[in-house]
């Protein structure tokens, strides 16, 4: 969406992270896939995630397959801990006798609600809260790891829930615990407290719409090899609220409980810094400060740091869209330009302006930059230097989303490869500028942010 400064902006949501594809990271597991070779399917293993089978799409056995409720057994590497089964819905499990009734656990249609698979064609459901005293109605669910975690490493742990139609209730709580034996194995009753991953916010995770991630991170204790999902409070601890089903919504089994279907299960080794990503990866030579490297290391030590920026940062946001998705907004203005200006004066009044989280040139940019090329090469005495800015939410998720990490200079970059394609020859500078909303663009009027922040995603240029 593009908006011009004398009209007002709508609400938008800005996402503070971007799916992206994972190169192979030498010495290192991410963006790797092997085939799972403990399952009777040929789904493959992605070797970044520690999860066997995190997405529930094999079974223990490709003959067998789940007919009713508490069909949790039926998935390789996962079980339930408690008397009450975790049920498992799959794409491939609908009777074509029984084509107009709705599925008991189908996909995306089933008993007690409709929810396309966040991944592939399978996910779990489970109760994380009962009214009453019946702690054991509810239900948990447990994956296998595929190796044992290490002591004071640190983990990224991610999934997705999203609410069933059926539920009279909406919770929070929805946690996650780490264990060095399988509880499945004798494991009875209510589990205990408290909960090694939680959201942030801890937030009541009540919409039927689409999946909403929970993730944290993690230091091993070491030997943990199995992965416990569900509430581990009691009702008293458990902040609840009844969830009100919207007025399409499908005529389900109405259930006395909150509901949620679970799907992609990951656990991931998480590297806060460079220099962690560095010594995990055998690499302490080049962990040390620029000072003290040779230029090869430098040159060395700038391919892995390309590599580790690829890494997702371990973050949480909101929907299944919202995660994957910026905004679209960018900010443009009518550059006016008399031709009594000096070229000094007629560069500087241009600005190249940028959408959220993003580097590439809009076609409003390119023009600009066309112009800017006019008269450059109609000067070729002039230096220019080009100033590349941030807003005030991606200088503050900078260090933990690598999508936003100098962003302000990857812009500048974008602005000045465009110049040379037009073979502008002058010299060039990049220079960087995180502008927070202090800057003078800024009106300071909270409806307006959103515009403010539109404003500061730019370049400028400056005449020397």
Request: proline share 4%.
């Amino acid at each position: 969406m593009k908006l011009n400064s004398n009209k007002t902006i709508g609400s938008w949501i800005l996402s503070s992270v971007l799916a992206i594809a994972i190169n192979t990271i030498p010495n290192s597991s991410f963006g790797q896939k092997k085939k799972d070779n403990k399952s009777d399917n040929n789904s493959e293993q992605d070797e970044s995630n520690f999860v066997r089978n995190g997405s529930f799409e094999n079974l223990k056995s490709a003959s067998k397959k789940p007919k009713k409720g508490g069909g949790i057994d039926f998935i390789e590497g996962w079980s339930s801990p408690t008397d009450v089964k975790a049920d498992t819905y799959r794409g491939d499990t609908q009777d074509p006798k029984d084509s107009k009734k709705r599925p008991i656990i189908g996909m995306p249609e089933n008993q007690f609600g409709q929810e396309e698979a966040y991944e592939g064609k399978s996910y779990v459901g489970f109760h994380a809260f009962i009214t009453g005293k019946k702690p054991l109605e509810r239900s948990y669910i447990t994956g296998e790891l595929t190796t044992k975690l290490v002591k004071n490493k640190t983990y990224c742990v991610e999934y997705w829930v999203s609410l069933a139609e059926g539920s009279k209730y909406a919770c929070n709580n929805l946690g996650a615990q780490f264990k060095t034996k399988d509880p499945s194995v004798g494991g009875k009753g209510l589990m205990k407290p408290p909960a090694d991953i939680l959201h942030p916010d801890n937030k009541v995770f009540n919409s039927a719409n689409g999946w909403f991630k929970v993730c944290g991170t993690y230091q091993a204790k070491g030997g943990e090899q199995y992965v416990v999902i569900g509430n581990f409070e009691d009702n008293k601890k458990t902040t609840s609220e009844t969830f009100k089903k919207p007025k399409n919504a499908p005529k389900v089994i109405a259930l006395q409980s909150a509901y949620y279907y679970i799907d992609n299960v990951v656990v991931r080794e998480y590297f806060p810094t460079l220099e962690a990503y560095l010594i995990s990866n055998n690499l302490q030579n080049l962990a040390k400060s620029d000072d003290d490297l040779s230029e090869d290391e430098i040159a060395e030590k700038e391919e892995y740091r390309k590599k580790f920026e690829k890494i997702p940062a371990c973050t949480c946001g909101s929907s299944k869209d919202d995660e994957k998705t910026y905004s679209e907004l960018t900010f443009q203005k009518d550059f006016i330009i008399d031709e009594k200006m000096s070229p000094k004066q007629k560069i500087e009044t241009y600005s190249v302006y940028f959408s959220a989280g993003k580097a590439e040139l809009t076609t409003e940019a390119v023009n600009t930059i066309d112009e800017i090329s006019r008269i450059l090469k109609a000067n070729p005495s002039l230096t220019m230097t080009i100033v590349g800015h941030a807003d005030t939410v991606e200088t503050n998720l900078s260090d933990i989303t690598p999508e936003y990490r100098e962003i302000d200079k990857k812009r500048a970059e974008a602005v000045s490869v465009q110049l040379k394609k037009n073979g502008v020859t002058n010299s060039l500078l990049i220079d960087l500028k995180g502008v927070k909303e202090e800057s003078d663009l800024v009106s300071g009027d909270e409806e307006e942010k959103e515009l403010d922040w539109a404003k500061n995603r730019r370049v400028q240029f400056v005449i020397k």
